[in-house]
Structures are given as C-alpha cells and as structure tokens.
Nanobody, 125 residues
Framework: QVQLVESGGGLVQAGGSLRLSCAAS????????MGWFRQAPGKEREFVTH????????YYADSVKGRFTISRSNVKNTVYLQMNSLKPEDTAVYYC??????????????????WGQGTQVTVSS
C-alpha cells in the first residue's frame, strides 16, 4: 500500500502564490505517475495536473496552464505543486494522487490508485 500526505494549503489573496507538497510512503517503488486533483464546494473532483515517474512529462488542465507547475523528487518521494497568480476560482480542497502506471492526458478520478486526504486552498478576492 501507499500513503500520501499533503501539506502547504492555506489562505492567500488573489494574485498570490502557494506551494503544495505531497509525501508518499509505503510501497513507493510501485508508484509511477503522481498528480493533483481539486474539489470545490458543490462540485465534482476535477483533474489539475500530473507528472510522469521520470518527471520528464507533465500535463495540465487548461484552467491552470501557465500558472501552476508540478514537479517531483523521487529521492524524497514527494510531488510538489507551485501555484502562482491564484484566483478565487482556484479555491478548493486539493488532493494528491498516485498510480501504478503512467498517465496520459486529462484524467478522471476513477483512474487513480491512491489518494491523499486533501489540503484546503482558499483564495480571497
């Protein structure tokens, strides 16, 4: 099994930045792709971004492209999400996700093997 623990959420003003981290433990050698989803109140969980095992391939939802950057450290078994130019519509619980295979393109939550518990991001206007 794999455990994912997110950190770094909080309250920020519009235009500000936050950096989320997600540390993996357990059978980390089974992890290939890692990524982030988010869920706003009253809405379905939506895909944000993912990164391949090597870190050489990334994919972003159009809503965050150019503002968010995903990266990972396989030494630390950690994936990061740098969020810049935040908007009120980015307010959501952000969930770390991991899988035993690589991902391609946009994802549905049904394609995820492992989930973190989520961290709240609130962007005030």
């Amino acid at each position: 099994q794999v455990q994912l623990v997110e950190s770094g959420g909080g309250l920020v003003q519009a235009g500000g930045s936050l950096r989320l981290s997600c540390a993996a433990s357990g059978r980390t050698n089974s992890i290939y792709a890692m990524g982030w989803f988010r869920q706003a109140p009253g809405k379905e969980r939506e895909f944000v971004t993912h990164i391949s095992r090597s870190g050489g391939s990334t994919y972003y939802a159009d809503s965050v492209k150019g503002r968010f950057t995903i990266s990972r450290s396989n030494v630390k078994n950690t994936v990061y999400l740098q969020m810049n130019s935040l908007k009120p519509e980015d307010t959501a619980v952000y969930y770390c996700a991991a899988d035993r295979s690589n991902w391609y393109g946009a994802l549905s939550q049904n394609e995820v093997d492992y989930w973190g518990q989520g961290t709240q991001v609130t962007v005030s206007s």
